[in-house]
């Protein structure tokens, strides 16, 4: 059994991440910023935590990590105001691996998109560019840390039902892949060591996820 904390327990991949690691044998903390989303996040089978990661500082954030095996990071501000996404996006998700790290908990996965990388090239007059430099930040940050990290890069995110298939991909051929797929990857790769510190960019495809992970 591990111990894994999500941050961001509430986002729609969070909610389709918690069952799947509860249902194999996991325990895990959800960390919510409403406590109107504790009885949704609980029906999961996690234990939800309300704390605002926005604000919290690095002391704080470890005290809550602490005791974990590993954490997922599905946070982010929605499309909020560009100082909002930086402070989210960016500074707590960065927050968030120094509190790891002091904590001692030794796995990171980066829940991210295909396109996050220093030139990712959006233009800043695209209301995307904020996220995209947040991302892309954060990202970084996490490559030059000591945590065994795995940054996921999945296409444009879609509400169809998960087929347990996908295909690595890169930038240059994103197309879409669904929520419960990207779920699904986020718990493989918890067990997967040939994803430490990989970047795994994916799209829909034919490929079981396992076996797409194990090409690696």
């Known amino acids: 059994m591990s111990r894994i ?3 961001g327990g509430h986002g729609k991949v969070a909610l389709l991440l918690a069952p799947l690691l509860v249902q194999r044998g996991d325990e895990v903390t959800s960390i919510v910023r409403n406590p109107e989303h504790v009885a949704e ?10 704390a605002d990661v926005e604000s919290l500082d690095e002391k704080g954030l470890a005290e809550i990590l602490g005791g974990h095996n590993a954490v997922v990071w599905s946070a982010g501000a929605g499309g909020g105001s560009p100082e909002r996404t930086r402070a989210v996006d960016r500074d707590a998700a960065i ?4 509190a790891a790290s002091t904590a001692d908990v030794p796995r990171y996965i980066m829940v991210s998109y295909l396109g996050a990388r220093p ?10 560019f904020h996220y995209a ?10 490559r030059g840390t000591s945590l065994d990290w795995t940054i ?13 298939r996908i295909e690595l991909a ?6 879409s892949v669904s929520r419960e797929d990207v779920a699904a990857v986020a718990a ?11 970047f795994v960019g994916f799209n829909q495809g034919e490929t079981p996820i396992a076996d797409a992970l194990a090409s690696l």
């Open 5 to 7: 904390a999500i941050i």
């Open 188 to 198: 493989a790769v918890l067990h997967e060591p040939r994803t430490v510190r990989q």
């Open 95 to 98: 927050r968030s691996m120094r």
């Open 119 to 128: 030139d990712h090239g959006v233009p800043e007059s695209n209301p995307f």
């Open 41 to 50: 996040v609980e029906a999961t089978g996690a234990k939800a935590v309300v």
């Open 170 to 175: 890169d930038p240059s051929d994103s197309r």
């Open 152 to 164: 996921l890069g999945p296409s444009t995110l879609t509400s169809d039902p998960g087929t347990g």
């Open 133 to 142: 430099e947040a991302k892309a930040a954060a990202d970084e940050h996490l």
